[in-house]
């Protein structure tokens, strides 16, 4: 693995490095993003981010919203599966959005350099979105944390930025965390849930809707959509799981 730039800012030292064809962008030793324009989806954890937008046809989703950029890899992948919707990626890290551009090809019209938390406590209460991904993480002593809990106030702020049919999806440290937030989505009106993940990976992804959630809809549309048939195979890798507590 090869150094391609590195830099001490504000006691962050932040690192982008080449591994084979891929681009890595790690913070403080945490390994934040990953991406191969030629092997977009490539048993990375940020498929299980980007993927499950497949449960809504792709026709239906003007505008995505993605708390936490890091390097930006999710928002190249949404580019792939939907092309024609509007995503917009809030970042509170001025130098995560630099390297999103420089060093991933992030175009520059889907970033906004912003305190997500603070943000979404003052957005126009009219502003909402299909999809929202809420993958707010930081990092203490060199592993990740999630930056705001999965409890009822930050719950309510994602659904209330939802359209009645949209769709959430929330990366939780582990299967522990996002089983214990299963009460509060259900609470905040998301009626069916699924669990993503991958072996290499402790991280659960929780997939919420107030909608089913149709396994064969989902697997349809990865068959269409315009993507290399071994890409298509990395991304049936993905475990999903019924959400206990929630209807799948």
Known sequence: MSVLWQADVDGTRYSVRQHGQSVRLYSNSVFHSQWNADRPFAGGVWDCLSLPVLYRSPESVEDVLLLGVGGGAVIQQLGCLLPEARVTGVEIDPVHIDIAQQW????ADTLLCDDAIRWMRSRPRQQRADIVIDDLFGHADGEPERAVALDDAWVEELADALHDDGLLIVNAIDGRELQRAVPV????????GRRWSLPSYHNAIGVLSRAP??????SRRLDLADIPAV??????????????????
């Open 231 to 248: 890409t298509r195979r990395h991304a049936r890798t993905c475990v999903r799981q019924g959400l206990r507590g929630l209807d799948g």
């Open 185 to 192: 989505f259900r609470a905040a009106g998301f009626r069916y």
């Open 104 to 107: 991933f090809g992030v175009p």
């Open 213 to 218: 959630l149709h396994s064969r809809d989902w």
